[in-house]
């Protein structure tokens, strides 16, 4: 079988050798990968912002599998141009990947199929939305309706922030015609939660719980990031929530988009707020978290590949997914600057001291490999590094053995991952 993964990032070094591990696969490419994943994998330098041209791709060479890791070529439509083809994707198609795509209509949708989520309001005139802010009287939530890695969306607590995110959205067009429409909603109060589970448009596979940090500094300070950790299981996301989530959000979620001629092959991935009077959607994501992948992955025991075939073919009714006992814990390394305008081309020291080992896995983000062969930083997140190990404590160990032992001029990285839970 040949697979082929789309994106470069550490949750596409995860998928990539949790495939590689697996008995049916005879090749395996990853475009545009990283240093990491040329290690395990052909890199082609595919366009993936071009569909037309991955779908070319995937024809000529006779993918089986192809499996996308970000939510913008998916926004795009990369997985209907591949179906077109007659051959199978993982990812749903571009009308399902509305659901991230546009936060008006993935609002619309929850009203539509009474899915718990934050009051609101859209607008698409900035007059209509100042006036708007001037007779709120709460903290509120400003969202781009489009796609704006993942700095779309403003938390007001005074209404000077709130009509500051409207001037940039709306007025100063910050982020394109992603700003063009806002959505303004009810600020929600409790503790964040995702959920991730896998469907094939009918049924529906959940993932092991897990968490991720997405401040730049210990402790929930500084910047917001793409994730600075995380670690599974996540045990505040208990059983009885988990029933209830799948209940309430997530099976009305799939159906409701199948209902609507849209089935929703990929994996689902439900931020949350878990609020007094129950959890609360925050948005959807239409791919795997990263660093949650880095986690998640690490503790499947059975084969993915079946898994991510039989949901792309539109029948998970046969597979068995099977998890392991352990848990897992992720510490990412960034580079010096990190989340604004960050350092490139320093060189990273001593990842070989970790090769073999089955208790810390190093998955590459932002590397390259030097003209000398050596490996450098290339990114913001430079290395994720996940730590197994009988108990969450134990994980963490062994992820911070691993972030201590590899270094790059400028490296930083959260300290209290995982810290303080019980487990
Ligand atoms: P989103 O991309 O919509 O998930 O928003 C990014 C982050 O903003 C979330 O992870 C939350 O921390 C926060 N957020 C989004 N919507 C709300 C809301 N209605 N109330 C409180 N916080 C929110
Ligand atoms: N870790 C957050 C995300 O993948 O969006």
Redesign the pocket.
Known sequence: MKVLVLGGGG?EHALAWKIRQSRGVEELFCSPGNAGIAEIADCPPLASSDPEAVADFVARQGIDLTVVGPELPLVQGIADKIMANGRAVFGPSAGAARLEGSKVFAKQFMTRHKIPTAAYEIFDRSEQALAYIDRADRPLVIKADGLAA?KGVFIADTREKAREAIQRLMIHKAFGGAGRTVVIEECLVGREA?FFAISDGQRIIPLVTCQ?Y?RAYDHGRGPNT??MG?YSPALHLDRELTAHVLEKIVGPTIRGIADEGHPYRGVL?VGLMLTEDGPRVLEY?VRF????TQVILPRLKSDLVPLLSAAAFGDLSTVRVEWRREAAVCVIMASQGYPGHYQKGKKISDLERFTGRQDIVIFHAGTRTGPGGEIRTSGGRVLGVTGIGPTLAAARARAYEGATGVTFSGAHYRRDIAAGIDD
């Open positions: 949750r993942g995702s991720d997405k793409g994730g995380s991935y994501n978290g990263d660093p949650e």
